[in-house]
């Protein structure tokens, strides 16, 4: 089955600065590379998401970028500002085969003032 | 459309004792998932369901686990004489066959 792995497992970055967090995946089939932002104690929020026939895709400070051939994929939050710390999980699946979900291990960010 | 909605928030049970949880998946959404989620962990599938027809279930689900969704609509997960080891968030999440939402989750502790 497949295999998502997430790197850093932590990330502590100064307001205003790029955060960067990096997942690889096993499966070449998958083909729907989403990421979630979880706050304490609630469910994750997708915040962008990617399929496997586009490279790259922003929405504001957000982007994520795809290497299909690498079979990695990585997410960007530019200027970070503090209401970004959170866990973040990179998560992999397979669109016709019900598009459930592998998750990363998870990267707590913490962006300090 | 308030999402997906999962009752209770929070469960504490003895050892032994049956527990179910409740998921009101988004309108419309015909699939629903659950998952499963330790501490520091990322959720894990456990299985889903297309309108009322279970499809999947991962083998982490074992024999004392069961899901249905009735008429496809909400879902319910049960767990039969819990162990400690089953103590964890247990997240719903619906789908219309794209992107995911989840739920809140129910916290699950085994004592």
């Known amino acids: 089955g497949e295999n998502v792995e997430q790197h850093p497992s932590t990330l502590s970055v100064q307001e205003g600065d790029s955060a960067v967090i990096k997942c690889t995946y096993s499966?070449?089939?998958?083909?729907?590379f989403p990421w979630y932002k979880q706050e304490l104690g609630k469910g994750p929020q997708l915040i962008i998401d990617i399929r496997s026939n586009v490279g790259e895709k922003k929405d504001q400070r957000i982007a994520v970028t795809l290497n299909k051939t690498a079979k990695h994929f990585s997410l960007h939050i530019t200027e970070t500002q503090p209401e970004d710390s959170a866990v973040y999980f990179c998560?992999?699946?397979?669109?016709?085969?019900?598009?459930?979900?592998?998750f990363g291990g998870g990267t707590r960010v913490l962006v300090k003032p | 459309d308030t999402g997906v909605s999962q009752n209770p928030r929070h469960k504490i049970t003895k050892r032994g004792q049956n527990v179910t949880f409740r998921c009101d998946p988004i309108?419309?959404?015909?699939?629903l998932y659950w998952y499963r989620q330790t501490l520091g962990q990322g959720p894990e599938f456990l299985t889903y369901?297309?309108?009322?027809?279970?499809?999947?279930k991962s083998r982490l689900l074992s024999d004392r686990f069961s899901a249905e969704r009735p008429k496809g609509s909400f879902s319910t997960l049960e767990i039969q004489r819990t162990e400690q080891g089953d103590s964890a968030m247990y997240l719903c999440?619906?789908?219309?066959?794209?992107?995911?939402?989840f739920g809140s989750g129910t916290r699950l502790t085994v004592v």
């Open positions: 369901f297309q309108n009322e027809a279970q499809l999947e």
């Open positions: 998560a992999a699946s397979i669109e016709a085969a019900g598009n459930k979900l592998t």
């Open positions: 499966d070449s089939a998958s083909n729907y």
């Open positions: 309108s419309e959404h015909n699939r």
């Open positions: 999440a619906s789908s219309p066959g794209t992107s995911s939402t």
